[in-house]
Nanobody
């Protein structure tokens, strides 16, 4: 079992930066690096959409076209934590951001149904 808690959201101006963190609590005997991790976001009235993902040992990353060159996903398996560094933020990045864990990276990282565990989300608001 994995429990995920996001933090780091807030209000920022257009062009600003934020770093989101996702702290994972894992059951004894569970190895965090066996989980591929992803970030998704959901704006009001819209479907949840893929943002970024990272493999278990952090050697492979995936990014949505809308965030390439601006957002960077990383992880520290010694701290059971995943990060999302967001630079050059735009008003259209405003959304609730969710962290998710996929056991052994089953399925495509781009789809919500590939993930087994989700956090509660953290709100990011970018003002123009």
């Amino acid at each position: 079992q994995v429990q995920l808690v996001e933090s780091g959201g807030g209000l920022v101006q257009d062009g600003g930066s934020l770093r989101l963190s996702c702290a994972a609590s894992v059951r004894t005997g569970t190895i965090f690096s066996t989980y591929h991790m992803g970030w998704f976001r959901q704006a009001p009235g819209k479907a949840r959409e893929f943002v970024s993902a990272i493999s278990g040992i952090g050697d492979i990353t995936f990014d949505a076209d809308s965030v390439k060159g601006r957002f960077t996903i990383s992880r520290d398996n010694t701290k059971n934590t995943v990060y999302l560094q967001m630079n050059s933020l735009r008003p259209e990045d405003t959304a609730a951001y969710y962290c998710a864990a996929s056991k052994n990276g089953r399925g495509s990282v781009y789809y919500t149904h590939s993930y087994d565990h989700w956090g509660q989300g953290t709100q990011v608001t970018v003002s123009s």
